[in-house]
Nanobody, 124 residues
């Protein structure tokens, strides 16, 4: 199994920045990629960004492309989500997840383990 712990959420004004972290432990050797998803109240969980563990290949949702950057530190088994130019519509609980399958990374159904989530609130 893989355990995930997110951190870095908080309250920020529109236009501000936050960096989320997700530390993985356990059977991390099985990880092919990691991703970030978010879920706002009353809405479905949506894909934000994903990265492959080995090659560092990234993919982003259109809504965050150019504003968010996903990266990883293999030595620390940690993935980051740098969020800039935040908008009120970015407000949501953010979850990181891991997958073992060699998939594109945007489909939540491809992920095996999930963190508990960290809240991001962007005020206008």
């Amino acid at each position: 199994q893989v355990q995930l712990v997110e951190s870095g959420g908080g309250l920020v004004q529109a236009g501000g920045s936050l960096r989320l972290s997700c530390a993985a432990s356990g059977r991390t050797i099985s990880i092919y990629g990691m991703g970030w998803f978010r879920q706002a109240p009353g809405k479905e969980r949506e894909f934000v960004a994903a990265i492959t563990w080995g090659g560092g290949r990234t993919v982003y949702a259109t809504s965050v492309k150019g504003r968010f950057t996903i990266s990883r530190d293999n030595a620390k088994n940690t993935v980051y989500l740098q969020m800039t130019s935040l908008k009120p519509e970015d407000t949501a609980a953010y979850y990181c997840a891991t997958r073992t399958g060699r998939t594109a990374g945007w489909n939540a159904g491809d992920y095996d383990y999930w963190g508990q989530g960290t809240q991001v609130t962007v005020s206008s």
